[in-house]
């Protein structure tokens, strides 16, 4: 009887092994998205980093979230809408955003983008509540991707 025992366990235990490392490698191609106050204060700043490129996801008027993706990086999908790389118009997204969020007493914070080896991508910057998944493409292809149609709405279960 306590060979059959020993047996199981090893069997159930092989499972275990199998399946973790079946899920490590289904997720060995996502990135992280780090808080970084320097990101949130140089959105604040309407600052503006000539090494990226500059994104919104949402409405043009107070957009749910901006991101800036390195330029030697490709944006892989088309949820997003490119900004022009002028200080006025970079201004005028992250004004939007910060009025719309202050209008539900919501701020505004910068994040970092890494790659799964842990370099840095870009910079998003959105409230909190906003989900936000990053994975890495063939080659120098990025997908970024939220799941928010409208932060804004209070009614928004998230919120």
């Not at 330029?71 to 992250?94: C, E, H, M, S």
Request: charged residues 15%; proline residues 5%; positive net charge.
């Amino acid at each position: 009887m306590p060979m059959m025992r020993k047996i199981a366990r090893c069997g159930v235990l092989s499972l275990l092994v199998l399946g973790l490392l079946g899920c490590a490698s289904f997720y060995r191609s996502y990135g992280q998205v780090v808080p970084d106050e320097g990101v949130t204060q140089s959105f604040a700043a309407y600052r503006l980093d000539p090494g990226m490129n500059y994104y919104f996801h949402g409405s043009d008027l107070h957009p749910n979230v901006i991101i800036g993706l390195k330029k030697q990086y490709v944006l892989a999908n088309k949820l997003w809408q490119p900004i022009k790389a002028d200080p006025r118009t970079f201004k005028g997204f992250v004004a939007g955003m910060q009025h719309k969020a202050g209008e539900i007493s919501q701020s505004l914070y910068g994040f970092v983008m890494k790659s799964p080896d842990g370099q840095i991508l870009g910079v998003w910057y959105s409230m909190l509540t906003v989900n936000m998944t990053v994975k890495m493409g063939e080659g120098n292809q990025v997908d970024v991707f939220t799941s928010h149609i409208n932060v804004y709405d209070k009614d928004s279960p998230d919120q």
